[in-house]
Structure formats: structure tokens, C-alpha cells
């Protein structure tokens, strides 16, 4: 649950950055990538800080895990050098950042429904005429959307 907590408020500010000025905050997203990265590492190696059990923030049960989610990212930048900037870099970091937090499955699930829900936004507006094929539509919300949708069909 704090998983899920903590990638939708960083989905949320990473939506609002992204429909108010069309970009995606670098800085933040690599923070995020960094607890994302400690948490794993400490939920993998069942560090005892202190006597203290801090709690993990992170999906990964391995090192394989953690690796196929980077992977799967490591992808999509590359999906986004192939096709010139039609996948925008910004949200190939955001993720990156998702993938230090997300099991690969949780990952690859939320990546085609934020796919699919933005091919049926852009399908729409299309043909309402309201943008035209050069235009671009913000990838952040329906990433968004589909982590809520994700944690709503399978761990209610």
C-alpha cells in the first residue's frame, strides 16, 4: 500500500508538471529514482538500521526483479531514441523512476494500460478534431490512470 501511495503522488505532481508546462522534472524524477533505489536495496538486503525495521518501499524481491524493471525502462529509451523523440525522454525517465519502486509485472502493466488509455485519448481527440497527428498528448496522466486502474483490479 505505501508503494502504491508513494508512485501516485509522484505520478500526480509528474501529471501536473507535464499538462501545465509539457515537461516532466528531472530532478524530482531522479530523486525518486534514488529512494526508490535505497529501498529496494535495503528491503533486498534486510538491513537492521539501529534495532530499527524501517519499512520498505519497494516491490523487488530480487536483484533480478530490480534488474527486469530497469531493462524494461532501458527499452523504452531506446524505443524513444528509435523513433526521434515521438516517445518524449522525460517520460522514459518517469519510468525509470517507477521501475526502482514497481515489480517488473506491476511495471509492464501499468506501461500498456498508460499506453492504451492514451491511444484511446488521442483516437478520440482525433477524431473530434480537437488535435491533429503532430500533436502531442501529456503521457504522465494516463500513466496515472492506469496505476490507479493496476492497484484497483488486482490488489483490492
Excluded: Q, W
Excluded at 508513494?6 to 505532481?13: E, P, S
Excluded at 529496494?40 to 524501517?54: A, R, V
Excluded at 524493471?69 to 527499452?75: A, D, K, N, R, V
Amino acid at each position: 500500500m505505501t508503494v502504491f501511495i508513494l508512485t501516485g503522488f509522484y505520478l500526480a505532481l509528474c501529471s501536473y508538471t507535464d499538462i501545465k508546462y509539457k515537461k516532466i522534472n528531472v530532478l524530482f524524477s531522479a530523486v525518486m529514482g534514488l529512494i526508490g533505489l535505497i529501498s529496494s536495496m535495503y528491503g533486498l538486503f534486510d538491513l537492521n538500521f539501529f534495532n530499527y525495521k524501517f519499512c520498505c518501499l519497494s516491490e523487488h524481491s530480487s536483484f533480478f526483479s530490480l534488474g527486469v524493471s530497469l531493462l524494461i525502462s532501458i527499452f523504452m529509451l531506446i524505443i524513444s531514441i528509435l523513433t526521434k523523440g515521438a516517445l518524449g525522454a522525460g517520460d522514459c525517465i518517469m519510468s525509470v523512476s517507477l521501475a526502482c519502486f514497481l515489480s517488473p509485472y506491476h511495471l509492464i502493466a501499468v506501461l500498456i494500460y498508460g499506453f492504451f488509455f492514451t491511444g484511446i485519448a488521442a483516437l478520440f481527440l482525433l477524431f473530434a478534431k480537437k488535435h491533429s497527428r503532430r500533436d502531442t498528448i501529456c503521457f504522465a496522466p494516463f500513466l496515472l490512470i492506469s496505476h490507479i486502474c493496476y492497484f484497483l483490479l488486482y490488489t483490492l
